[in-house]
Every structure is written in structure tokens, then in C-alpha cells.
């Protein structure tokens, strides 16, 4: 069911329909990724104590709700992957390091691996190629859009930080 929810989102998402949430969704993704990249940078200064200095334009602001909901929906994704038994629930009661069970995260793998499989058999059929076409150039162009909105935000502190001029 999870599954079928997410590719239908998908198709909202790269039909002429959903064009108008294009710009917020790239705008999310560009401001989640500097984020995620502050967090990464801060712990990277905090652990050399000091020895690599912070460059311009690091170190910008970390929107905690934002990285929190990005987890959410990574999760939902992950979630979506898992193929449960009969009764709803993995019998391995053994847990990873993620609080996981261990069986969960064999059926997600095996679930990564049957999509990675499924997508690598339409990858080779022409047919299928022509027709998912307009969707990998929607994403590229996503991907795009994103990469260059980071540049400007992370480009923009930079400035400001050399500059001296208050955000």
C-alpha cells in the first residue's frame, strides 16, 4: 500500500498537474542539503578541535524541524520497503544498532535489491526507456535546480562572511 502511495506521489509530482510544487519542493531539498551539510561541518570542526578552520559560507543555520521531518520521510520510504509476514509483525525479535530488527533489515535489502532489479530490466527495454524519459529529465532538472539553489544560498554566506555583512 505504502509503496503504491509514494509512486503515485511521484506521478503527481512529474505530471503537468503538480508543476506548481516543483519550485517549493526544490527550494526544501536545497535548504535541507546546506543544512545537512552545516550539521556535517560542525561536527567535523568540533572533532578536529579546531585544527581545520571554518571556511566561508560554513556553518550555516540547521533548521532541527526540517531534518527531523527529512528523517521522517526517510523512514517512510524505508518503511515502505519492508515486506511483512502474515500477522504484520517480523518474528526476529534481535534488534541493529538503528533499534531495527535484523530480519526487518533483511527484508528491506531484499526489497532495495528486487527495485534495483525491476529498474535495471526497463533500464534495457527500449519501450520503457522512451517512456520514462520525460520523468529522468524532470528529475535532472530537479537535481539542477537544487544544486544550483545550494551554490547560491551557500555562495551568499560566503559573501556575507567575508564581507563582514550581517546576515
Known amino acids: 500500500m505504502s509503496r503504491n502511495t509514494i509512486e503515485m506521489f511521484f506521478d503527481f509530482l512529474t505530471s503537468k498537474t503538480g508543476l506548481f510544487l516543483k519550485k517549493p519542493l526544490v527550494h526544501e531539498l536545497a535548504e535541507t542539503i546546506d543544512g545537512l551539510a ?12 579546531g585544527l581545520l578552520p571554518a571556511l566561508p559560507g560554513m556553518n550555516g543555520p540547521i533548521n ?15 518503511n515502505a520497503l519492508v515486506v511483512r509476514g502474515p500477522n504484520g509483525e517480523v518474528q526476529s525479535q534481535r534488534r541493529n544498532a538503528n533499534g531495527a530488527s535484523l530480519a526487518e533489515s533483511r527484508a528491506r535489502l531484499d526489497a532495495m535489491i528486487s527495485i534495483f532489479r525491476e529498474l535495471s530490466s526497463h533500464l534495457g527495454d527500449e519501450r520503457l ?5 520525460p520523468l529522468l529529465e524532470e528529475l535532472q532538472s530537479v537535481a539542477q535546480l537544487v544544486a544550483v539553489e545550494v551554490l547560491e544560498i551557500r555562495g551568499s554566506r560566503a ?8 546576515s
Open 38 to 49: 552545516s550539521m556535517g561541518e560542525a561536527n567535523l570542526l568540533r572533532t578536529s578541535g
Open 64 to 78: 532541527a524541524k526540517r531534518i527531523e521531518e527529512m528523517q521522517m520521510l526517510l523512514q517512510t520510504f524505508e
Open 129 to 133: 526507456r522512451r517512456n520514462s524519459g
Open 159 to 166: 559573501v556575507r562572511s567575508l564581507l563582514k555583512v550581517g
